[in-house]
């Protein structure tokens, strides 16, 4: 069973619009969460990155949230863009091994004119 | 900097062939990672390098895969043989020690026939 669940699969949203993308996790001990955005083709890029003690952090038009006691995670997109259209993957990292990061299967977004 | 670097972008071959594909990271990263990217199963961690050292390696699927390091610039993923159900993107990354300059490849696109 996956650690890391996102919602929804995929998100179909009109350019100029906000979304937000959930991102529940099971993995223990939490070290920190990461944010990618993948385009097709391309490998995935960093968007941000939070530790337990942080609870909002932003990134341009991406603003992540992490609540660390219940576990959960958004990225919110805030006057969606053509460009956004990608895939949004939450991942976590484990503090007991520096490789094991738990991926989540992502989130697609579409964003049309 | 040129990021991290992958050859081939695209490799097709035939089934029972050896494919190596290759990697060079972005200069000064100490840790080097293999992953692999599936529509069934998304991004899963093959192996890690520390230091051109195979750290954890728990993630390959196989005896057919193989990975080396060489040297602080270089990195190898092997398959030997190759089978239909290898096909898949193979992403190169490679980090800082605090694992926070967390960087991919474009990656490889492998299809075995």
């Known amino acids: 069973k996956n650690q890391v669940e996102q919602s929804p699969q995929s998100l179909i949203i009109l350019e100029g619009k906000n979304c937000t993308l959930q991102c529940n996790y099971t993995v223990s001990p939490f070290s920190n969460l990461r944010w990618y955005k993948q385009d097709t083709g391309r490998g995935p890029v960093s968007l941000t990155i939070m530790t337990f003690s942080e609870n909002t952090k932003s990134n341009g038009r991406y603003t992540a949230t992490l609540d660390a006691d219940t576990k959960q995670s958004s990225l919110h997109i805030t006057a969606s863009q053509l460009s956004d259209s990608a895939s949004y993957i939450c991942?976590?990292?484990?503090?007991?091994?520096?490789?094991?990061?738990?991926f989540g299967a992502g989130t697609q977004v579409v964003v049309t004119p | 900097d040129a990021g991290v670097i992958q050859s081939p972008r695209h490799e097709v071959t035939e089934m029972g062939q050896e494919v190596t594909l290759r990697c060079k990271p972005i200069s000064g990263h100490d840790y080097l990672f293999w992953y692999r990217q599936t529509m069934m199963r998304g991004l899963e961690l093959l192996i890690y390098f520390n230091n051109n050292v195979p750290i954890d390696d728990s993630g390959m699927p196989e005896d057919r895969f193989s990975a080396k390091m060489p040297n602080a610039s270089f990195s190898t993923l092997k398959i030997q043989p190759s089978e239909p159900r290898d096909s898949a993107v193979y992403f190169c990354?490679?980090?800082?020690?605090?694992?926070?300059?967390?960087?991919f490849g474009s990656g490889t696109r492998l299809t075995v026939v």
């Open positions: 990354a490679s980090s800082l020690t605090q694992g926070y300059g967390y960087t």
């Open positions: 991942v976590v990292r484990t503090t007991d091994s520096w490789g094991k990061f738990q």
